[in-house]
């Protein structure tokens, strides 16, 4: 499985890195996660439909993140990707914390991948 993000994401990362320090280190967990079951699992992921474009884009709700602990269970970071299941290969979109953000950001998708 390869992993790519885009600059938009790269940008929501390093601000987010900024306020919580073990962001970095639990997407490689999720990475790992990914890469054994790349496809939604519900209740934790869905795929996002309504589009209008064939790419599978995955929204991911529950990413657990160390700087968080202790502030509940619906709290959390949400990741929204790409997973191109025939190359193997899977785009980070966007990530945002849930408090700060209420969803995805769908023009940032549909740019990227109509």
């Known amino acids: 499985m390869t ?22 280190s639990d997407l490689d967990i ?6 054994d079951e790349p496809g939604e699992q519900p209740p934790f992921s869905y795929r996002i439909d309504g589009l209008g474009i064939k790419t599978c884009i995955i929204k991911v709700k529950k990413i657990a993140c160390k700087a968080l602990r202790g502030r509940g269970v619906n709290s959390g970071f949400r ?5 191109f299941e025939e190359e193997q290969r899977i785009v980070f979109i966007e990530l945002y914390f849930k408090g700060e953000k209420e969803g995805e ?10």
């Open 105 to 114: 950001d769908r023009e940032r998708i549909l740019e990227n991948f109509k």
């Open 79 to 83: 990741l929204i990707y790409a997973w």
């Open 30 to 35: 999720v990475r790992q996660d990914l890469a």
């Open 3 to 24: 992993f790519e993000e885009l600059d938009e994401f790269r940008k929501d990362l390093k601000h987010l890195i900024k306020k919580y320090r073990t962001l970095e």
